[in-house]
């Protein structure tokens, strides 16, 4: 049974708006509840216990105390602090400022409770099997994100998807398709690893950023950053997160040269190969896909030819003009529940190399 996150608000509309909120995020590992009074809560917790709640201040008083709570995260609504009577005084309490925007709020609970649950190993999700996928390309790393981006955004579509970029300077941020508030990178949730320290879903889940439908996180800061992890630490961090998410796909943008690649194309089920429409760049990642071959297996490798994208990017739109273009519809193409349209095949995308030859 999931751990339940509670939300108790006497104002009816945050209360349920910040629900819906929180179940559009298909990640958090929690069973959302959503209370407008401490009554039909307290009725609730009398029979189930209640991982995380959040409570406003209007509705918290000392009765929560007696419930069967985890953590309670009281909302202000000034930000300045909680009166010192009539509220809770306990070490499981935390206040967070209720006026800002849903995803601090969640971040700031993410934080609060990833730390307290440090010191014990994160619950493993029942739920269907995560399969991984591996980009990679030896011509066109920005090429290689755009197709990254898109098909996540497709796959997302389906299934609860993650894209992370292990490739620095491949130019990611030209693309983005909005600034958020957390400048929190892949480089964070590599520190918090290699620390030793547990409950590193809660941590991501402080991190993350959406393209549509798809969780990513942005790319490291630094390149050394990359190369100080080793191969058993990818390995081991990647199969945490298979086994603590509700994530049914992992997209990895890999660097062909990182640390690691090896162990992480063999624990990928598929391996796309990414190239430019010319012919310096089909040359080299046909020799690059026949390498892949013998290292992972031919029945994994997937080759696809993509053109220019339609405009130059930079604008906050570049990739959702994309998606709804060529660029997208050759995507789509590519994909196991796709037809491959004609432009497609005339730019050499296809689902495998056996069915569909060599370029």
């Excluded at 751990?3 to 629900?19: P, W």
């Excluded at 070490?91 to 967070?96: D, E, K, L, S």
């Excluded at 399969?131 to 497709?154: E, L, N």
């Excluded at 961090?237 to 690649?261: A, C, P, Q, V």
Aim: with cysteine; net charge negative.
């Amino acid at each position: 049974m999931r751990k339940v996150l509670a939300v108790c608000d006497t104002e009816r509309e945050y209360a349920v708006r910040f629900m819906n909120y929180l179940t559009e995020k298909k990640n958090l590992p929690f069973e959302i509840r959503s209370f407008t009074s401490v009554e039909t809560l307290r009725e609730f917790a009398l029979e189930h216990h209640i991982e995380i709640l959040l409570i406003s201040e209007r509705a918290a008083d000392d009765e929560i105390r007696q419930m069967d709570i985890g953590t309670v995260m009281i909302l202000t609504e000034d930000g300045s602090g909680l009166p010192e009577e009539g509220f809770p005084e306990a070490a499981n309490c935390r206040q967070i400022y209720k006026y800002q925007s849903q995803s601090r709020v969640v971040r700031e609970v993410m934080d609060c409770y990833g730390a307290e649950k440090a010191a014990t190993e994160p619950e493993v999700i029942a739920k269907p099997s995560c399969i991984r996928t591996g980009i990679c390309s030896v011509s066109d790393p920005g090429q290689k994100v755009i197709f990254s981006m898109i098909y996540g955004r497709i796959l997302s579509e389906r299934f609860p998807s993650l894209y992370l970029n292990l490739e620095p300077g491949s130019g990611m941020d030209q693309f983005l398709p909005e600034k958020g508030e957390s400048m929190r990178t892949l480089s964070d949730l590599m520190y918090f690893y290699r620390r030793g320290r547990s409950g590193l879903i809660y941590q991501l889940n402080t991190m993350l950023r959406k393209f549509g439908s798809l969780d990513y996180l942005l790319p490291v800061r630094d390149a050394s950053d990359i190369g100080e992890m080793t191969e058993d630490q990818w390995t081991g961090m990647l199969g945490e997160l298979t086994r603590t998410s509700t994530y049914r796909r992992i997209l990895l943008d890999l660097d062909w040269k990182m640390n690691g690649f090896n162990e992480l194309i063999q624990g990928c089920e598929e391996i796309y190969v990414i190239a430019h429409d010319d012919p310096v760049s089909r040359m080299r990642n046909r020799a690059f896909a026949a390498e892949l071959e013998e290292r992972a297996g031919r029945e994994k490798i997937r080759e696809v030819i993509l053109p220019d994208p339609d405009c130059i990017p930079g604008n906050d739109d570049f990739l959702e003009r994309q998606l709804s273009g060529r660029l997208g519809r050759i995507i789509r193409g590519c994909m196991d529940f796709g037809e491959i349209p004609e432009e497609g095949k005339q730019c050499g995308a296809r689902r495998s190399l056996r069915e569909y030859g060599p370029v």
